[in-house]
């Protein structure tokens, strides 16, 4: 399946309650040769609306965050765990998360990343390990059939709480270190 054809599958899909509730899909964003993934939980009021992830408050910060080291949407892909938003925000349910997971590997499979960074806890326990513990593991690297892994803290999380900021800020420099010793292209990233 191409980008397109895999876009207009999603974009009907109703294999759980959540088609029942939304305004839009919120499929993912970014150009499609990008090295770097980032992976949300699930769609917000915003993005419910505009049919695009991280356009809320949360998504602003997001892209503060990434212009620092020099990404973007110009040059990451960004997508959810969920496609469609749970009611009232609520964390997405595991059925919900499963029923709606195919769609984010098939998306990996045609971008074929080079890091996916899982932006709070809910993506990391679904992508990288069941027991996954952001405040323990945020900022570590694993390897996972090739891809490296890393979580932050969600930018949701670092807007209710300044505390968590300097290791954000930690973690993106890790990150950032990854990015330009494996790219293909370090121009791409200039700051
Ligand atoms: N929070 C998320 O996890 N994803 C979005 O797209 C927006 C807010």
């Keep these: ?30 150009p499609t040769d990008a090295e770097v993934l980032f992976v949300g939980e699930g769609p917000g009021g915003q993005e419910d609306l505009q049919g695009e992830p991280f356009v809320g408050p ?17 040059n990451c892909y960004i997508g959810n765990i969920v496609k469609c938003r749970p009611p009232q925000n609520r964390d997405p349910l ?39 513990k952001i405040t323990k593991e ?17 930018p949701s999380a670092l807007l209710r709480d300044i505390t968590k900021r300097p290791d954000t800020f930690r973690d993106l420099k890790k990150l950032r270190e990854m990015l330009i010793s494996i790219t293909d292209d370090p121009q791409r990233y200039s700051v």
């Design 58 to 74: 949360a998504g602003q910060f997001l892209d503060d965050m990434l212009s620092i080291i020099g990404l973007g949407r110009h």
């Design 94 to 132: 595991p059925t919900e998360q499963e029923a709606c997971i195919g769609w984010l590997r098939m998306q990996t499979k045609l971008l074929q990343p080079k890091i996916i960074v899982c932006l709070g806890r809910i993506a990391a326990q679904k992508l990288i390990s069941e027991d996954f």
């Design 138 to 154: 945020h900022g570590v690297w694993f390897d996972k059939g090739g891809i490296r892994f890393m979580a932050m803290y969600h």
């Design 1 to 30: 399946m191409d980008w397109e054809a895999l876009k207009q599958a999603c974009l009907q899909c109703d294999k759980c309650e959540l088609a029942k509730t939304r305004q839009n899909v919120v499929f993912g964003v970014g």
